[in-house]
């Protein structure tokens, strides 16, 4: 809902009354209100939840400073590739961000055992390249976003927004399903090896 359904309606209806530009903006106000409040909701001050923040505030400062609504949408696309390039050079430095957000959520989840400390454990026994597959498929899914976005936008331009917007959040959601059966595969590995 504040990732497709409120930015698509704001975008309809919005266009009408003001600037593609401005109504580009608005349309990105419920998620990043949605995002702000959840953060603050849960006091989530780990790497993802730092992660997360640091995203939103670097993509509404990149909306904020674009000035026209082309301009946003090529700096999304921009942005969306930058992401992708952050992913992958974790992944070279042998510090994969997949191991980060697993390790910050997988003791609430139960996917870990109680007993590990620290994240060299995880990076030690053989686990360290399902982290680096794990992190290539986050880098996957901004690159592929930021190509679709790339294909759409110079068929359809700014009217295409709102078809934007669903692919978008198709593609958003298709990869998280993957990311999580990843993640609960990942998850397995992890307790075999663990014995957990």
Known sequence: MFYALLPYA???????AVSD?????????????????????????????????AALLIGTTIDLLSGDAETMI???IRTLL????????????????????????????????ESMRDRET??????LPYFQALTLLFALRYVVIAAVKTVMFSIHGIEGYGLLIWWRVALSWGFGAIILLASLYVAGRVRERLGS
């Open 10 to 16: 704001i975008w309809m209806f919005a266009r009408h």
């Open 21 to 53: 530009y401005h109504a580009l903006l608005l349309s990105t106000v419920p998620g990043f209100a949605y995002t702000i409040g959840r953060f603050a909701m849960e006091r989530s001050w780990n790497v993802t939840g730092l992660f997360l923040i």
């Open 74 to 76: 090529r700096n999304h």
């Open 82 to 113: 930058a992401f992708g390039m952050f992913f992958f050079l974790t992944m070279l430095v042998k510090r994969p961000m997949a191991l980060y957000f697993f390790e910050d959520t997988a003791r609430v989840l139960g996917w870990m055992p």
């Open 122 to 127: 995880l990076r030690s026994g053989g686990l």
